[in-house]
């Protein structure tokens, strides 16, 4: 709705982030939340680096990028089993992570509403100068800061 309502507008940004993640230990960030939940989706997503985001957002300003619309994910896409094996290669956590076995069964089970899966194209933000890091690079980056924070 945001985008319909700044439909013409001049000098205006709209800022398109995905999945929001980084090192911490909150609810509402997707690494955390993937450590919480009993069984996953396995889904293909673009997800954004939320601290890289928001420089990015800045960034926008500060180099004087042409507004407009932005993808503002990180480069390339991950599917929930990457990341589920990327925390437990980078010491996030040892869980056995349960996946359902199809999207039918998810519905049935634990949605409360319809979800949804997207990879966005972040190539008019990479051009701009203001392109996200690889999402793997990102992801993992995260993963190391958590699980330091887990030894501490």
């Not at 911490?24 to 009993?38: A, E, F, G, I, T």
């Not at 994910?73 to 040892?94: A, C, L, P």
Request: charged letters at 30%.
């Amino acid at each position: 709705m945001g985008e319909e309502v700044l439909a013409g507008a001049e000098n205006c940004f709209v800022w398109r982030l995905r999945i929001p993640f980084n090192e911490d230990r909150s609810p509402r960030n997707y690494l955390q939340k993937l450590v919480n939940y009993d069984s996953l989706l396995e889904a293909e997503n673009s997800v954004s680096h939320l601290d890289e985001f928001v420089e990015k957002c800045v960034d926008c300003f500060e180099k004087d990028i042409e507004p407009g619309v932005y993808n503002m994910t990180n480069q390339g896409s991950v599917t929930t089993r990457q990341v589920t094996e990327w925390m437990i290669e980078e010491g996030v956590t040892d869980k056995g992570f349960k996946f359902f076995e199809n999207e039918e069964q998810f519905m049935q089970k634990a949605a409360k509403t319809p979800r949804s899966n997207c990879v966005l194209d972040t190539s008019k933000a990479e051009k701009a100068g203001i392109g996200m890091r690889p999402v793997e690079e990102a992801m993992r980056d995260s993963m190391r800061k958590m699980a330091k924070e887990v030894m501490v």
